[in-house]
């Protein structure tokens, strides 16, 4: 996983190429919660559908990420928002971008956009691109680990 070029202050882009992951066996990795707790957060309640809810939770440090599926698409996008009951509240929610497409040795290229961004939240916005890569590293090594 790397941040790319394409990234500006408002918006995060980063992308990875994850040897092993089909985009639709990808896509369960981010909307089935049996799967996503294995790389992301510890607890994670999910209703897999366009408008339906999430719920992540890291119960050792009490923070709590929650939003709804604004694309929902298992041939490889998901979109949702983003919004943590901790910690300096938004006013609205962030939004999330998530494309998985299919890559030519049989793995993916994974696509993260997360918006909007301003200039004062350049802090949130770097542990955010953190992460991001810290948790897409975790998402490759799961196949990785196993081959």
Known sequence: ???????????????????????????????????????????????????????FSWPEMDWHLRGTYTVFDAAGRLGFTWKWDHGKQQIEPLQVLVRMDGHPDGGSRMTVEHWPFSPED??????????????????????ESSA
């Open 1 to 55: 996983m790397k941040e790319t070029v394409t990234s500006s202050p408002e918006r995060i882009v980063i992308e990875g190429h994850l040897s092993g992951f089909d985009p639709a066996e990808l896509f369960t990795y981010w909307t089935d919660p049996e799967l996503v707790v294995q790389w992301w957060p510890k607890v994670a309640s999910i209703d897999p559908r366009l408008g339906g809810a999430y719920s």
């Open 122 to 143: 350049a802090d949130d916005r770097q542990g955010i691109v953190e992460g991001w890569l810290h948790f897409g590293m975790r998402l490759a090594g799961l196949k």
